[in-house]
């Protein structure tokens, strides 16, 4: 069974940083990916930014590049998404996902998900 447990996330003023975790477990790595997802009040589910766990091939929206960056910890089977120069536009909830996608920003490609966090910036 694999289990996906997030973490972080918050308020946080525009301008500010968040780092969000994921710890996945229950699954072996390769071919694997993870990515992050938000959804807004209204909105649909969107793609943040994910990466392919073997190669560290990693692939961002275009609304949040070049402010955040995704990243693993192998050791601790662990992605990260660190925001920075956060916007009020970025407040949402975060989704973690996790599979073996084909393509990385649709996210009917993933088979397993967090349980969301919430991130509010003000501004």
């Known amino acids: 069974q694999v289990q996906l447990v997030e973490s972080g996330g918050g308020w946080v003023q525009a301008g500010g940083s968040l780092r969000l975790s994921c710890a996945a477990s229950?699954?072996?790595?390769?071919?694997?990916?993870m990515g992050w997802f938000r959804q807004a009040p209204g909105k649909e589910r969107e793609f943040v930014a994910a990466?392919?766990?073997?190669?560290?091939?990693?692939d961002y929206a275009d609304s949040v590049k070049g402010r955040f960056t995704i990243s693993r910890d192998n050791a601790k089977n662990t992605v990260y998404l660190q925001m920075n120069s956060l916007k009020p536009e970025d407040t949402a909830v975060y989704y973690c996902?996790?599979?073996?996608?084909?393509?990385?920003?649709?996210?009917?490609?993933?088979?397993?998900w967090g349980q969301g966090t919430q991130v509010t910036v003000s501004s």
């Open positions: 996902a996790g599979g073996w996608p084909l393509r990385l920003r649709d996210p009917g490609n993933y088979g397993y």
């Open positions: 229950g699954t072996t790595f390769s071919n694997y990916a």
């Open positions: 990466i392919r766990w073997s190669t560290g091939f990693t």
